[in-house]
T-cell receptor, first 114, second 116 residues
């Protein structure tokens, strides 16, 4: 069975601080895909990134970066120099194939105050 | 280019009533997914379609739930004899299965169901 654990329920930071969101996953599949989605207060989930299990390169996109470590089954997400607009719930998700159903974690609420 | 739309956005119903939700995916997206999200939790997968074929149903989807995608375009999710435990946000998403961003599921705004 697959499982995604986001142990941090809520993280509060002051603007410009960095924030790291943890994601630990469990799967028996050798090929799998990991995702991060953002759910702002408006409610619609927004795709941020996909990573497949064979690609352990870290990725940076603007202020966002992701650290994938297969050895510890983790796929952590860092927001650098946080801004108020980053306030949202962030979900880590796992899928056995690239366009299959997503198994989401419980999410981490990020609150960025000015 | 319109996104995924869902109607209604909110539905309040009494226990025991039937409700039906509609999802219009992004045009030409052949995959359509239904998820359910309760407060403080991540979305839970319910079912998905490729074109008009329903390929998988979660064990969460009891016999009271049925989903259709008759022409491979819009989809409906019906809940019969609603129970208070059905109160949740029902999310629809769509995606392609080929192309550069085929893995990206585009989510709609959801339908919030309240069963009283």
């Amino acid at each position: 069975a697959q499982k995604v654990t986001q142990a941090q329920t809520e993280i509060s930071v002051v603007e410009k601080e960095d924030v790291t969101l943890d994601c630990v996953y469990e799967t028996r599949d050798t090929t799998y895909y990991l995702f991060w989605y953002k759910q702002p207060p408006s409610g619609e989930l927004v795709f941020l990134i996909r990573r497949n299990s064979f690609d352990e390169q870290n990725e940076i996109s603007g202020r966002y970066s992701w650290n994938f470590q297969k050895s510890t089954s983790s796929f952590n997400f860092t927001i650098t120099a946080s801004q108020v607009v980053d306030s949202a719930v962030y979900f880590c998700a796992l899928s056995p194939d690239s366009w299959g159903k997503l198994q989401f974690g419980a999410g981490t609420q990020v609150v960025v105050t000015p | 280019d319109t996104g995924v739309s869902q109607n209604p956005r909110h539905k309040i119903t009494k226990r025991g009533q039937n409700v039906t939700f509609r999802c219009d995916p992004i045009s030409e997206h052949n995959r359509l997914y239904w998820y359910r999200q309760t407060l403080g939790q991540g979305p839970e997968f319910l079912t998905y379609f490729q074109n008009e074929a329903q390929l998988e149903k979660s064990r969460l989807l009891s016999d009271r739930f049925s989903a259709e995608r008759p022409k491979g375009s819009f989809s409906t999710l019906e809940i019969q004899r609603t129970e208070q435990g059905d109160s949740a946000m029902y999310l629809c998403a769509s995606s392609l299965t080929s192309g550069a961003s085929s893995y990206e599921q585009y989510f709609g705004p959801g339908t919030r169901l309240t069963v009283t």
